[in-house]
């Protein structure tokens, strides 16, 4: 039977998500494609991560037993593993439920897609200073629908105008949520603010992952 490596699981308010400040429950997947220098989630990516082997029926299990109905999907990367399909179509039949997945933008989603009114991707761009922009799979923007977010990760000025580029050149706000999120402790807050001020970014949502100001950076939260 298949089982699917958890490295964690646990309830929290959503501090990132398109549901941030709502209640959710997190399950989070081992191994990840890619290396973001800011990666605050590192340990779940490393050979001896603590992992515990769930089929999907366990983990839908523990969910209802949460009593919680928005469930954030994440990782590591959450969609390395192609059965995660599977998962997520076990999941997504349960109309009560709510499911987001954090994806870090290389993995194509036309693989994990479906027409489930309760299933949001939430694709991290990756900006030129986290180094893992080369890996972006560009061809998710064609496909990306009105039930997504598109979040671009920044760390620099530079990120920024990164952001802004893809944003204009495939009509972003017309088609997805756009979020600027700030890597933790690296990017001065009101710089981001100013410069969606200075180029007229109506409807882009400034993101701070809400969970680093109540705990700070920590496990299980
Ligand atoms: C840990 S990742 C896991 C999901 C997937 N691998 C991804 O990158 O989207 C979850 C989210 O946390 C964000 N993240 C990780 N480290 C961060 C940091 N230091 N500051 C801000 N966001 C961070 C990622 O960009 C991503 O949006
Ligand atoms: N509270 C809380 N909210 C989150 N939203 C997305 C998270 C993630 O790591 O993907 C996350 C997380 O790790 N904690
Ligand atoms: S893609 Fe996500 S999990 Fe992987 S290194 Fe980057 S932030 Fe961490
Ligand atoms: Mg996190």
Redesign the pocket.
């Known amino acids: 039977m298949k089982h699917y490596n958890v490295v964690e699981k646990f309830i929290s308010i959503n501090g990132e998500g398109q549901r941030s400040g709502e209640l959710a429950v997190f399950i989070r997947l081992a191994k990840?494609n890619?290396?973001?220098n800011?990666?605050?989630?590192?340990w779940?990516?490393e050979e001896n991560a603590p992992v515990t082997a769930m089929t999907k029926e366990d983990i839908y299990n523990y969910i209802l037993d949460t009593k919680v109905k928005n469930i954030t999907l994440t990782?590591?990367?959450p969609l390395l593993d192609r059965e995660v399909k599977d998962l997520i179509e076990y999941i997504v039949k349960d109309k009560s439920l709510f499911l987001e997945i954090e994806t870090?933008g290389s993995i194509d989603l036309n693989l994990f897609r479906s027409d489930a009114k309760n299933l949001s991707f939430t694709m991290?761009y990756?900006g030129p200073s986290?180094e893992?922009e080369k890996f972006m799979f560009i061809k998710n923007f064609e496909t990306i629908s009105h039930k997504d977010t598109v979040k671009f990760v920044v760390g620099d000025y530079n990120d920024l105008l990164k952001a802004k580029e893809i944003m204009e050149k495939y009509d972003l706000m017309n088609r997805c949520s756009v979020y600027f999120s700030s890597v933790y402790k690296k990017i001065e807050l009101d710089e981001i603010v100013e410069f969606m001020k200075k180029f007229n970014l109506n409807g882009v949502r400034l993101q701070l992952q809400m969970h680093k100001f109540i705990w700070g950076n920590k496990q299980g939260v």
């Open positions: 990840c890619l290396r973001c800011y990666c605050d989630t590192m779940a990516n990782g590591g990367e870090n991290d990756k986290s893992m």
